[in-house]
């Protein structure tokens, strides 16, 4: 038999469901896509029966797999190999070729080729009856599952909302009045107060020509239908968003996702990633879950490294860097990195006189003397700065080939908690816990109100925020939540308590063809 | 009569423990005549807010409020509050704390921190009641409160049967005045709980007067548990002790990483120069614990 690979000139369609269209009939001689049948993993529920459709023998509603057009082909020969337990061919709603069955003959007409794993690949050979020198074996391969990094548009921005009496409005106001329709509050009383949204799900996409499926990873942090253990099922899951969890049993903080983030696309030693690389941080060697980290691993697209977050209380690397975009900097972004020296040296510049109401309450400080003269504080930051921050600088720089010129240190400092065994926490909220979104009107940052000064109402007269502006690229939209009682003095601050879910940004299937193959 | 001699009959009067058999924290004074019998009642009261509803005056709330001994202070004090702000004392009372980040409990309300919130937060400890990690959390908000706390503090850790409280306890302590603080930090470093001996001895590390424990610093050098003996080792740096030296040096082989980590970084403070030529740093440096090979490459690239 004579097999060749697409492109061939035979009346053979192949397209996927979204950007297909049926030949018409008086068309003698189509012209065929060209390449591979891309698809996605079909674990969202269209017919919202409670399970994947993968799992389904048909569900109504379905649109999640490959279209293959063999119209007026006349009777073919088909043969599926490869992954054969998560590939399988449908004709007319009829299942077809899968692992039991492999080979078929049947009428031409539109196959449906359905997929029911991330990277899944297989091949179907097509061997018209009638013209058996015109077979063509087509590649068939699903999507990687890719999580989008802050320099992607945002879509949609979440946040935990209370109401009332010492609620968070002014926090979710923040928000609301600068991205509209674009910020959607979750109540918070409907979720055991758990204001840790960015800690319990990871927006994710899966994308084939012409489709694109969203999935919500969802964190093992909550179980048994508490906290927030439910909100990813029941804002969320819906046709064409999946949700999904890797790893069982007992959660630690970094299994949070705050811990799990992605840098924006990098070369590293020659290598592009188009999607950037996913990184994590560990606490005594123990990062996320096992299963999630082998299955980002396998992904291949997004190469995950980790950070060592065994000094901080909780244990997550948005509480010491994030990224923010600037098309003037030599990769259009800026890494933004908590630097401890710079806060030190920042302090020591104010007036010590300085009275610091919020800082007197929750941290022991009245004014910004008393930090300045805390020698304690400063020893404790110094190491942690020696011991983890340096090097863990080192392993971003070389992870996603980072010069200096691409980062901006920003001053922090840290304390240690005594209801954390002396591990660290955010004295000044960590401006780096920030939300970079962009709907369209430019990128709009969200950063934590560090109310390092006098007047609570005055954020004028703060001076570690004019610092920081100082510092950050002038195309960012700045905006200085304030997170304080909600959130920071709960050891988190506004990434924390918040998400964004992101469009793809790339074709894996083209732009990142080099990380799926190996090469 | 002595001062704590009535207390002590009024609270065994009252099936309750006395300050001195509690451990004697309680400093005893001769209270004037005329408030003895309030002061046995005060104590013998099952609560601030049962206190708050007996016959007992204002004026001799407020005396008691002023006393030398900080239960009963923190029992009058309290049952003062009650009576002029039931709200906010009911508050305080029944406060539950805030899960945070990594799932630990803290009392983040505003309320809390506030002096007057202070006795009632003690009465809270002294109640018994809660799970341990609300207890713990009760003693930070008792410190942040800005109010009446250290001696409280100090005498609860005589008392108390929880070590995960009593080592809050001991760390609240590093912010305390020397006299408060001394006796009970002292005692603590022998507790028989190994985390309440290290945040003793982290305490001392950050205390501006640390450098008066050093006996006891470089006595838990030895401490059979590493967290302890990285502790000490900090607190030898960053206290400048530098008669800890050899004690020190002697960690750098200690099986456990951080503290092998932690004497690096000590001797490093200590003299780094010196430290730079310990022949123990050759194997060092190729630690299997990435941290302590950085740390010596560091000390060494100097």
Redesign the interface.
Known sequence: MFLRRLPVPLLLGVCALAACKKPDADVVSPTLPTGPLYGVPNIDDDDENGEPDWDDARAQGENDWVTVDLSGLGDVELTLAGNLDAVRVWKDDELLLDADTSTATAGGGVYEVELGDFLATATLSVVPVDSPEAAVELSIASAPLILNHHLASAELVVAMASTGRSGNETFIAGFSDVLGDGFLPFDLQDYG??V?VQ?ELEFATLTAPGQRMDVVIDSIRTNNDR?LDNAPESELEAPDTAVRTWGTGRAT?QD?F?NLEVSPPVTVDGVEYPFGRIYWGEVNGRGVTDELADFLEAQKVQAPFQL?N?WL????VDEFSSFVPDPTAPKGFRFLYADTNLGRTFLEGLDPATSLPRY?????YANVGAIVDD??LW??NA?MQ???LD?NLAIFKAALGLDDADIILVPAVFE?N?????AALALIPATVNLVVADMGSGPEIFLPDPFLRTDDDDQGSDPFIAEVAALLPDSLNLHWLDDW?WYH????EVH?GSNTQRPPTRDWWTDAKHLLEGE | MSWILVAALGAALAGTPSPASAGGIDPGVDAPSALVPAANAALAAPTAHALAGSPVSDATLTALADDAGWRLRARAASALTWRRDPAFAEGVALLAPATTRNGAVRFTDRRLRAPEAAPLLVERLLSGTGASAERAALVEALRLSGGDWSEAAAGLYATETDAAVRAQLVSALQDAEAAVAEPTLTRALADADAGVRAATVRAIGARNDGAGYASAVYASLDDKDPDVRAYAARAVGWLGLTDGWDGVVALLSDPSAEVRLKAVAALERLDAGRAATLPELEALAADPDARVARAVARLLGR
């Open positions: 107060w758990d840790w800690d906290y903080s949070s705050g060592d065994t209380c909780v244990g997550h007197r309450t929750d941290h022991g020698q304690a020893a404790s190491d020696a011991d983890y090097p240690e005594d209801m954390c065994g002396g009682d003095v709960q050891w988190g924390c």
